[in-house]
Nanobody, 120 residues
């Protein structure tokens, strides 16, 4: 049974930074791709970025240059470093595990989400 637990969300002012963590258990972490998605109020869950087995990353245009995804295979953790945050980054952030694409429906396992609120 795969379990993903996000942490690190909170309230931050615009221009600030946060680092989210996603701890994974129950499956060989080093052999899976990981992704971050977010759901803003009243909107669908949207792709933020992903990281593959070798550490290569892909980002949505809206976060490119501001957000960085990394992983520590020794700790089974994936991180989302968010800099220069904007009010429009306010959302619940989810990590996902699997072999998916930018479509949320293609990922196998999900965490419960962590709230990020950016004040103006």
């Amino acid at each position: 049974q795969v379990q993903l637990v996000e942490s690190g969300g909170g309230l931050v002012q615009a221009g600030g930074s946060l680092r989210l963590s996603c701890a994974a258990s129950g499956r060989s972490f080093a052999w899976t791709r990981m992704a971050w998605f977010r759901r803003a109020p009243g909107k669908e869950r949207m792709f933020v970025g992903n990281i593959n087995l070798s550490g290569e990353t892909l980002y949505a245009d809206s976060v490119k240059g501001r957000f960085t995804i990394s992983r520590d295979n020794t700790k089974n953790v994936v991180y989302l470093q968010m800099n220069s945050l904007k009010p429009e980054d306010t959302a619940v952030y989810y990590c996902a595990q699997g072999r998916g694409t930018q479509s949320a429906s293609t990922w196998d396992y999900w965490g419960q989400g962590t709230q990020v609120t950016v004040s103006s």
